[in-house]
């Protein structure tokens, strides 16, 4: 994971339940990572039998922002039983993280997830990176930072790659084919400062606009289907991780 601090993997053994796994996310995942940009790390634990079955129930979501060693870093996982309502709803950042392939802690667990993310795949899934767009968008209009643009460009391109493949690319280097000539200038210049402002680019907003509608029309004719069929499935997966006590079914 060439960028990347080297001791997050000390980071991910330091966590209080063990972990399904630990991927990272963000603009590394992206393709356009800055020298300054901080660090997500994403993942799943698995809550004991004892925290989920009685009165007191272990937490569902942990979270923690910090700095080590210069570097800003954002971690966030769920238990495994959340995670997974969360694949099966839609969510396109949960299968973004469970597919990521910046790996920093994996497990047999994690490697049913990744064998069954396939099956959670929905043209549904496109109203979620719509949605995502029009965030960032709106954000890109009232600070002109280059950041919030270049997101946009990325969940329009891997929103319009799922719904045409069913194949989930994240990282928009890989996807300059979607957009317009100038992603890759426009990338270069992220790598320079994490909240550096946008040139001025002619027809920024037509092009926004017109891949909009290119992500619209594949979402309506996408071969995926209407519903997740991998329910059953995962349940017997998380049955098999508690009982078990951690990340080995």
């Known amino acids: 994971m060439t960028g990347l601090p080297g001791f997050?993997?000390?980071?991910?053994?330091?966590?209080?339940?063990?972990?399904?796994?630990?991927?990272?996310?963000?603009?590394?995942?992206?393709?356009?990572?800055s020298a300054d940009s901080d660090v997500d790390l994403r993942g799943a634990h698995v809550l004991p039998v004892a925290e989920v079955a009685g009165l007191r129930h272990g937490p569902e979501t942990l979270e923690r922002a910090w700095t080590r060693d210069g570097v800003e870093m954002d971690l966030v996982?769920?238990?495994?039983?959340?995670?997974?309502?969360?694949?099966?709803?839609?969510?396109?950042?949960?299968?973004?993280?469970?597919?990521?392939?910046?790996?920093?802690?994996?497990?047999?667990?994690?490697?049913?997830?990744t064998a069954l993310a396939p099956g959670c795949v929905t043209r549904h899934h496109a109203h979620h990176y719509l949605g995502f767009a029009r965030t960032q968008w709106r954000l890109f209009t009232r600070t002109l930072e280059l950041k919030p643009l270049l997101y946009t460009f990325r969940v329009l391109a891997s929103g319009i790659h799922l719904m045409r493949t069913g194949e989930l690319v994240a990282d928009l280097t890989r996807l300059y084919g979607y957009g317009p000539a100038y992603l890759p200038e426009l990338v270069a210049l992220k790598a320079e400062a994490e909240h550096g402002h946008s040139p001025s680019v002619l027809g920024l907003e037509a092009d926004v606009e017109r891949m909009t509608a290119e992500l619209e029309a594949a979402r309506d004719a996408s071969p995926l289907p209407e519903r997740a069929t991998a329910a059953d499935a995962l349940h017997d997966l998380v049955l098999r991780a508690r009982l078990a006590g951690g990340v080995s079914p």
């Open 8 to 33: 997050l993997g000390e980071v991910v053994a330091e966590q209080p339940y063990p972990l399904a796994f630990a991927t990272v996310s963000g603009a590394h995942l992206y393709g356009f990572p």
């Open 77 to 113: 996982t769920h238990d495994l039983a959340k995670f997974c309502r969360l694949l099966l709803s839609r969510n396109g950042y949960v299968l973004e993280q469970v597919l990521s392939p910046l790996v920093v802690a994996s497990s047999p667990v994690h490697e049913e997830l």
